[in-house]
């Protein structure tokens, strides 16, 4: 496998959670960048949450405190979870990752998602009321 493979998207409520989930491909190098971007109708692709390979993750502001992202290295799976929906957050949700440093998330954060190596085919989420 060479592509993420996201899974999870749908429909949720305003208020509501959900959860997205990634089968990332075989790892390549043990410094990484792993990401969640998403894109809505109109707008440009946008990073939403990150996660390196010390650990350390970073979100957008709009999803700040309401959402996680987590790795589970045992089955190479990138999950993110958003609590509280609102109807912002509907777009369809790319997971995302790049090999060979971690420096790949700050690039990430600056708008440069670019340079990500890895795309899946994305999920779609819709926000309704």
């Known amino acids: 496998q060479e592509q993420p493979v996201e899974s999870g998207g749908g429909s949720v409520q305003t208020g509501g959670s959900l959860k997205l989930s990634c089968a990332l491909p075989?790892?390549?190098?043990?410094?990484?960048?792993l990401g969640w971007f998403r894109q809505a109708p109109g707008k440009e692709r946008e990073v939403v949450a990150v996660i390196d390979s010390d650990g350390i993750t970073s979100y957008i502001d709009s999803v700040k405190g309401r959402s996680i992202i987590s790795h589970d290295s045992a089955k190479n799976t990138l999950d993110f979870q958003i609590d509280y929906a609102t109807f912002e957050d509907t777009a369809k949700y790319y997971c995302?990752?790049?090999?060979?440093?971690?420096?790949?998330?700050?690039?990430?954060?600056?708008?440069?998602?670019?340079?990500?190596?890895?795309w899946g085919q994305g999920t779609q989420v819709t926000v309704s009321s």
């Open positions: 995302a990752s790049a090999y060979g440093s971690s420096y790949y998330c700050y690039v990430a954060r600056s708008g440069l998602s670019q340079f990500m190596q890895y």
């Open positions: 075989r790892p390549m190098d043990t410094r990484f960048c």
